[in-house]
């Protein structure tokens, strides 16, 4: 009867210590859940459509130019500054590409070189106004939005330039070929009862899990070593499992399809690096430093100019990424490429756990937010909901957002 009364307690202590867990940390976890919530939701209502093999896949093709400017867009608000530019810059280094591309005829290997530097050199111009003169960046972006809305006008002398050829547009809607054996393929399909398996996507989604939990697992051990206080076990042990278990799923929805798309490997391999630079890294540190108070964070040594310059061309050079992604995977080119997108890639952020005042924010964040964007957009256009009421909803979400990160840190003061 004690031995059952005692586990009764350890019980009890470790739930309570979960709660507690979970109240202290509700920002990195609240929108993990809002995300699931929102799937199951949507997958619910569409009779299983959401997570059907061939709408995961567009579901990752849509929201990749999205993902890649949200990257940059998250440097660029946790330095304390904004990026009203970015949709503009897409839509312009798209126009560029087509010109260089279908009327000048030049090699695709040379056009993308060309547009990736054009882009780095616009936000090293937009930021060396913002970094050395002072000048607020919502001014400065604010016109650099209406100035490559009008060139993107101007190069396409207000006509669609298009179609692109094929191994230009295979940045955006190719799909990585399978290493592994026909035949075995063929076998794992037979005992899956499946049309087809693509083996190199459902390895990819295993090895992804493991490696994570190898990482989690490692960054426990550190954590225990030196005394710093960590999540419970057994939560830590849940949300390995479910993510895990998300990643082994959404492959083998892939694999059973066309594969893993161009594009994940280059969202993926975009978010790992800029993680790793913004959370292990010297100048990761020194950015949030920067948004957090930058002048102390002058005081102490930091070149808070030059860093403010840097976050500004490495989001040029993003958006000029997400530009090429973009022409791509609509095979042309259109004056009104772009349009507002900025507003979708600074509601992830903000959504993803930003902070207006800056110096908060983390890449994996922002991807989240930005898939939580991306499943809204589709979950309601599956359901037949009318663009007027996606936006509204959409506004509401960015509104709830922002007052759940002013609460928050209202709560903490």
């Not at 964040?365 to 957009?377: E, K, P, S, Y």
Request: glycine fraction near 10%; aromatic fraction near 10%; charge should be positive.
């Amino acid at each position: 009867m004690a031995h059952n009364d005692e586990t009764a307690r350890k019980t009890q202590r470790q739930g309570m210590n979960i709660l507690e867990y979970l109240s202290s940390h509700l920002r990195e976890y609240g929108l993990l859940f809002a995300l699931i919530a929102i799937m199951v939701f949507f997958q619910i209502v569409t009779d299983g459509t959401l997570l059907r093999a061939v709408n995961i896949t567009n579901l990752l093709l849509q929201n990749s130019y999205i993902i890649i400017m949200a990257l940059g867009m998250l440097v660029v608000i946790v330095s304390g500054n904004i990026d009203l530019s970015v949709g503009s810059v897409m839509g312009f280094i798209g126009a560029l590409a087509a010109v260089m591309i279908v009327q000048f005829e030049l090699p695709v290997a040379v056009t993308i070189i060309v547009c990736l530097v054009s882009g780095a050199a616009i936000g090293a111009a937009q930021g060396y106004w913002i970094a050395y003169w002072n000048i607020p960046s919502f001014i400065v972006t604010l016109a650099g939005m209406l100035v490559f809305r009008g060139l993107s006008l101007w190069l396409l002398e207000g006509q669609s330039v298009g179609p692109f050829p094929r191994e230009f547009q295979v940045i955006a809607n190719g799909f990585v070929p399978d290493i592994f054996p026909a035949a075995l393929g063929e076998w794992l399909a037979g005992v899956l009862d499946v049309r087809k398996v693509n083996i190199l996507a459902l390895m990819s989604g295993v090895v992804a899990a493991t490696l994570l939990l190898w990482l989690g697992l490692g960054q426990r051990a550190r954590n225990r070593a030196y005394g710093i206080a960590d999540e419970p076990r057994a939560f830590f042990i849940a949300r390995n499992a479910v993510v895990a278990a998300a990643i082994i799923f959404i492959t083998y929805k892939l694999s059973v399809f066309r594969g893993l798309p161009n594009v994940l490997i280059t969202m993926g391999v975009l978010t790992i690096v800029y993680a790793f630079l913004t959370q292990n890294t010297v100048i990761g540190r020194r950015i949030y430093a920067l948004g957090g108070n930058a002048k102390a964070a002058k005081l102490s040594g930091i070149k808070t100019e030059r860093l403010t310059f840097l976050s500004f061309v490495n989001m040029g050079l993003l958006a000029a990424a997400a530009g090429l992604v973009f022409a791509a995977r609509l095979n042309t080119a259109t004056p009104k490429a772009g349009f507002a997108l900025e507003l979708d890639v600074i509601a992830a952020a903000f959504i993803g756990g930003a902070s207006m005042s800056g110096g908060v924010g983390t890449i994996v964040g922002a991807v989240v937010g930005a898939f939580l964007m991306g499943v809204l957009n589709n979950g309601m256009s599956l359901m037949g909901i009318g663009i007027d009421y996606q936006q509204v909803i959409k506004g509401l979400v960015l509104l709830a957002a922002v007052v759940f990160d002013v609460y928050n840190k209202q709560k903490q003061g």
